[in-house]
């Protein structure tokens, strides 16, 4: 196979790095930090160039280059340091968390001299990076075929295939990875109220809730996120002897891929309450100090029930498994938006099969998602799916129940509420909406339709305006 240039030797950069190698991959790699390149010293496989021109000295033409830095300014930067150097028909790859209109305009600036542009989207972490990512990619056609058999060797295997895509031209790629970040963020917000809940709602002890979350990546409801949850629960801080979880601070950071998603759905008119509250829960968590000064003034929301217990702890996992799924229901509807404003085409069947392994979403429900959407590519909902219905119908009066108590109860469920709402608003064949309108027509002569005849309608409102 022809051998890849790297840019960026951070710990996305560095394993990849390894992964290719350890598929007998040559790679020359550089890195703006000096100390980044010594590391990877002394394997022979990994040849470091002292600049971003020696690397593309070293490489046939037309070379392939892989840039793994941070999205943003690092990237524009990487892109520079190797432009002048570059030639019609080189391919350079973007593997950062680029927002797709980013990747769509350096595809097109790059294309102006000929050269063939990737976005690709790299999920799985660190481990995932060395060991298997899931690899969505999008822009050059001709591009990813002459790359595809280096990014089939090091990308994950799922049900006997890469976890590997092509989703179609500039941005694609990346536009499905942030759909996935979204869905990721959550899928972790749901995960943590129901990890909230059983503490502070049900009441159980720290141990007890490890144990009942662990017991919940079982079967259907198996993910890589819950794994690594009850992973995490089940550490302890070495320095208080407490439950690790108890000593991290409160406070959720983001670098704006779940927040893009919201834009994006927003801007598309898609409706994807539980991807922004999401987001809107980690950005109120970060107002740490104001919810301190408001716990301290107007008392705390929380009364812990313990007569609950064991109906919250059965109906949790229930509530999870069907807000999860009315998760990705939004998600995908937000990648078909996507794909028809773009011309992109995106099977969302393959969207699952690549998602199936490698990457943070990794989970046994992107079994039946993948064959809901083979079964039918023209789904407009994956919750009209006749299977994922079913699941879903099946846990419904849990996951009512368990909103009921939360709410009750005063724990914040964010996630699961709105997915509960939206799991129901998608179904009322009739709902509020005709009270906004008259509403609208009332205050500002908007008008409204009428369910009897065509037209535009104004109410017969008099009095004083
Ligand atoms: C992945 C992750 C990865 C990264 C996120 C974290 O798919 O491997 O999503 O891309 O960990 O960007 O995002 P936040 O820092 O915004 O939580």
């Given at each position: 196979m022809r051998a890849i240039g790297l840019i960026g030797l951070g710990v996305m950069g560095r394993n990849l790095a390894l992964n290719l190698a350890g598929h007998g991959i040559a790679v020359h790699a550089y890195d703006l930090d000096e100390a980044a390149r010594t590391g990877l010293a002394g394997l022979e496989s990994i040849r470091l160039s002292r600049s971003p021109a020696a690397l593309l000295a070293g490489l046939e033409r037309p070379r392939a280059i892989l840039v793994m830095v941070n999205a943003g300014a690092a990237t524009d930067r990487a892109i520079e340091s190797l432009e002048p150097g570059l030639s019609a028909g080189d391919i350079l790859a973007d593997g950062g968390n680029a927002h797709y209109t980013d990747t769509i305009g350096r595809a097109r600036a790059l294309g102006k001299s000929g050269v063939r542009?990737?976005?690709l989207g790299v999920s799985g972490g660190a481990e995932g990076a060395r060991l298997g990512p899931a690899l969505m990619a999008g822009g050059d056609a001709g591009a990813f075929r002459e790359l595809e058999p280096i990014l089939d060797a090091i990308a994950a295997k799922a049900g006997g295939r890469a976890c590997l895509g092509y989703f179609g031209g500039d941005g694609a790629g990346h536009f499905v990875k942030m759909v996935h970040n979204a869905i990721e963020y959550a899928v972790m917000a749901a995960i943590a109220e129901a990890w909230f809940a059983l503490r502070h709602l049900a009441g159980l002890a720290h141990g007890e809730a490890a144990e009942a979350i662990a017991g919940w990546n079982r079967g259907e409801a198996q993910s890589y996120l819950l794994e690594i949850t009850a992973d995490v629960l089940g550490r302890i801080d070495g320095a208080s002897g407490q439950p690790l979880v108890e000593m991290v601070l409160d406070r959720a950071e983001q670098k704006g891929t779940g927040a893009w998603a919201v834009e994006a759905s927003l801007a598309l008119g898609v409706a994807a309450p539980s991807l922004a509250e999401a987001v809107f829960a980690r950005t109120l968590s970060s107002a740490k100090e104001e919810r301190v000064a408001a716990e301290l003034r107007l008392g705390s929301p929380l009364h812990v029930d313990p007569s609950q217990r064991d109906a919250l702890r059965r109906q949790l996992p229930r509530a999870l498994f069907a807000a999860t799924l009315a998760?990705?229901?939004?998600?995908?509807?937000?990648?078909?938006?996507g794909?028809?404003?773009?011309?992109w085409n995106i099977d969302p069947a393959a969207v699952a099969e690549v998602w199936r392994g490698g990457c943070i979403l990794r989970a046994a429900l992107l079994d039946p998602i993948a064959a809901a959407f083979r079964g039918a590519p023209g789904l407009a909902n994956l919750m009209l799916d006749s299977?994922?219905?079913?699941a879903m119908a099946e846990r419904e009066a849990d996951?009512?129940?368990m909103v009921a108590a939360a709410l009750v109860g005063g724990a914040p469920v964010p996630v699961l509420a709105s997915a509960l709402a939206y799991a129901q608003g998608y179904r009322t064949k009739r709902g509020a909406a005709a009270l906004i309108q008259a509403q609208r027509d009332r205050f500002g002569g908007h008008g409204f339709q009428r369910i009897d005849r065509p037209g535009n309608h104004h109410g017969p409102w008099s009095g004083p305006e």
């Open positions: 542009f990737l976005g998760c990705y229901a939004q998600g995908f509807q937000l990648l078909a938006a794909s028809s404003q773009h011309g299977a994922l219905a079913a996951w009512r129940a």
